[in-house]
């Protein structure tokens, strides 16, 4: 029998089993971690099917993280840009000030489930070692959080935050010392600790499962918004924007939509001193294919296929690599990929601070920097919806550095 | 025959077992690596294992991991590394090679691109560890046709499923990792490693090597007893780390070091 020829792509059924989308994602680790990894995606997609486990992780994320979040019409910036209405998914209202918790509740009630008790993580702004902390000490289970030593100078509050939470916070001193090379450790202290030991990755990339589980975590943020936008303005938002380092917030916004197909979808990356000066952190917009942290997708590296150092104002965007989701996205042109230097997110940090009362975080200015810029192509009666992923507090001694001011 | 399968046919009808020293290229400087595989071969190695340098070396501990940032420090690239081999094979023709590293430099350099380039410079056998059989098939292909053997990790975790999986796409021999964690650990657990060795042998008639944790002659011996090749990385590249700017002993402590792992094996065997 010869199958139909589908008109358009069928979105909700990547990845494969083995975790592709398309050529991207799989699972290229150390044969050490093979079994562990399909025991993790067993228990996933057994309880991704359990009612009790779907209302307990509702529950959380109603009663422990705050949700739903608002939708909350950014009109005063609106009329300021003089375009479409931009519209801001409230992610930084979440408990813990991001969108990472989101994913963090889901991952740790699978912990639980399997009996693990130590949970470990990998964190580069310290969203998400902060997200795993804090699922960490309400179910009363060991953490430690891996971190560049780069990043740890950057974002000392949530360092010491984590430890408040009770997580011991290792410097890592290998490689970059930044993102990348606390996943590197993280997955080293996983493979040395198999039985005992769930790794919360924070992000949609990583070996299959975590991409595709992180996804279904984060895609509240997406089904949340399209309701809102359609109970708020009527209809679908003409474009969504949200930032990408890894891409989980993007991806948790754009999921839901991507069967939509006038709804058109941006993603931005991190620009750092402009593409050009090959200072940045823009794998999709100026990096290749290839293969890290147990997926292939687009990466930034040399020729030699060496990866190499990112540059961002955001920690939380310096990664070289990128969820291979996005890159499926970027090549069947479902999704379009944009970057945005560091001034320019620094504009829209002050700008959004001052016009609406909200400090974003800065990975998230870069998403209001592009929402900006495309508002003003847009006519007045069109809508975007831009992910508000976090909040801007762990960020202001960056910004005050950057402007020569001493807080 | 391969060179590996030779090398292996050998020593089992001598009634030996191989001894398998690793080596990161272009550590502590490119223009060392190959003056040191021939001290380790005049110490008694029957392969040599050949670390590509890479950024990112997920699978390996603090020892190997520095010696990849040394390596690099020379911009020392996957082509760098078969040149070494190829400088090698001017003096050897009989020591097999094995390359040993990550997927991304092949992938960068082009599966089948490599792998002529790796079967023209003298090299045996391939190890990308982050690699599973699933995700290989395209590179298989590439090796399998230039005659190249692909190398495989078994870990302590791999179950019978994939046992049989992993036998059925290696060739040469099996890389059995002797412990839950990443190259240079602590804790080699013999009484586990022979329990696995014994369903591994259950699945396969290849050669197993073990490797992971093992640091000194006693621990070789031990090993040795169960399977067919000890491979020794983190210790020696410990040595080449702790002599610092200091280089000019490094091969003859390094080939101290193989000289009495290769008597105690043979002394056991």
């Keep these: ?407 | 025959m391969s060179r590996l399968a030779e090398c292996f046919k050998r020593l089992r009808a001598e009634g030996k077992k191989a001894l398998i020293p690793y080596v990161t290229a272009g550590d502590p400087a490119p223009e060392l690596t190959v003056p040191l595989m021939h001290a380790m071969t005049a110490a008694g190695a029957d392969v040599i294992e050949v670390g590509v340098p890479f950024s990112d070396p997920m699978a390996d501990g603090p020892v190997i991991q520095r010696a990849s940032e040394r390596a690099l420090a020379h911009h020392v690239s996957l082509r760098r590394v078969l040149e070494m081999v190829r400088e090698f094979r001017r003096d050897d023709a009989a020591t097999p090679v094995v390359l040993m590293g990550y997927l991304n430099p092949v992938e960068a350099m082009g599966y089948a691109t490599f792998a002529r380039a790796a079967a023209e410079a003298g090299v045996d056998g391939v190890l990308t560890v982050d690699i599973p059989p699933e995700e290989a098939g395209d590179l298989l292909a590439a090796l399998t046709a230039q005659g190249l053997d692909p190398i495989f990790l078994i870990a302590p975790t791999s179950t019978p499923e994939r046992l049989r999986a992993i036998s059925a796409s290696a060739r040469g021999f099996l890389y059995y990792v002797s412990l839950k964690g990443v190259t240079g650990a602590a804790h080699l657990d013999l009484e586990s490693v022979r329990s696995k060795l014994a369903e591994i042998r259950g699945c396969t008639d290849l050669p197993i090597g073990v490797g992971f944790g093992i640091r000194d002659a006693t621990a070789a011996a031990a090993v040795a007893k169960m399977a067919d090749a000890v491979v020794v990385g983190s210790a020696l590249v410990k040595i080449i780390e702790d002599a610092g700017a200091d280089t000019r002993n490094i091969a003859a402590v390094i080939g101290d070091r193989l000289t009495g792992m290769r008597r105690a094996i043979d002394a056991g065997a």
């Design chain 1, 1 to 407: 029998m010869v199958e139909p020829v589908k008109t358009r792509p069928d979105w909700n059924s990547l990845p494969d089993a083995a975790g592709h989308f398309g050529p991207y994602g799989g699972r290229f680790v150390a044969e050490t971690l093979m079994a562990p990894l399909e025991e993790l995606r067993q228990a996933y997609e057994q309880y991704l099917k359990d009612p009790e486990f779907l209302a307990e992780f509702d529950r959380d994320l109603q009663y422990y993280v705050g949700r739903p979040s608002p939708l909350y019409h950014a009109e005063r910036w609106s009329r300021e840009l003089g375009g479409a209405q931009i519209h801001l998914k409230r992610e930084d209202l979440n408990h813990t000030g991001a969108h990472k918790i989101n994913n963090t509740i889901g991952q740790a009630l699978l912990a639980r489930r399997m009996g693990k008790k130590r949970v470990i993580a990998e964190t580069g702004a310290g969203p998400h070692g902060v997200a795993t902390a804090t699922v960490a000490a309400r179910f009363g289970m060991e953490c430690v959080v891996y971190m560049g030593a780069e990043d740890i100078k950057r974002q000392s509050i949530n360092v010491y935050r984590m430890r408040l939470l009770g997580a011991e916070v290792i410097p890592v001193e290998s490689g970059s010392r930044t993102l990348k090379d606390a996943l590197n450790e993280a997955m080293r202290d996983w493979v040395t600790n198999i039985d005992t030991t769930f790794y919360i990755i924070g992000t949609v990339a990583g070996p299959h499962p975590y991409p595709v589980m992180v996804r279904d975590f984060q895609s509240v943020i997406g089904r949340e918004a399209r309701a809102q936008c359609l109970a708020q303005t009527g209809r679908l938002p003409d474009a969504l924007v949200a930032c990408v380092g890894g891409g989980s917030n993007a991806i948790g916004l754009f999921y839901p939509f991507l069967g939509d197909s006038a709804v058109a979808i941006y993603g931005v990356e991190a620009a750092g001193d402009g593409i050009r000066t090959g200072h940045h952190a823009a794998p999709l917009c100026a990096g290749r294919p290839g293969v890290l942290h147990g997926n292939r997708t687009y990466l930034m590296m040399d020729n030699d296929g060496q990866i190499i150092e990112t540059h961002s104002i955001s920690a939380g965007l310096d990664y070289p690599g990128v969820g291979p989701e996005h890159a499926w996205l970027k090549d069947n042109g479902r999704a379009n990929y944009v970057s945005i230097t560091d001034d320019e997110a620094l504009d829209a940090f002050h700008a959004l601070t001052r016009i609406e009362g909200i400090i974003p975080a800065l990975e998230s200015s870069h998403a209001l920097a592009y929402a900006a810029r495309l508002a003003q192509t847009m006519d007045k009666d069109r809508n975007i919806v831009v992910s508000l992923s976090g909040r801007g507090d762990k960020d202001i001694h960056t910004v005050a550095a950057r402007e020569g001011i001493k807080v």
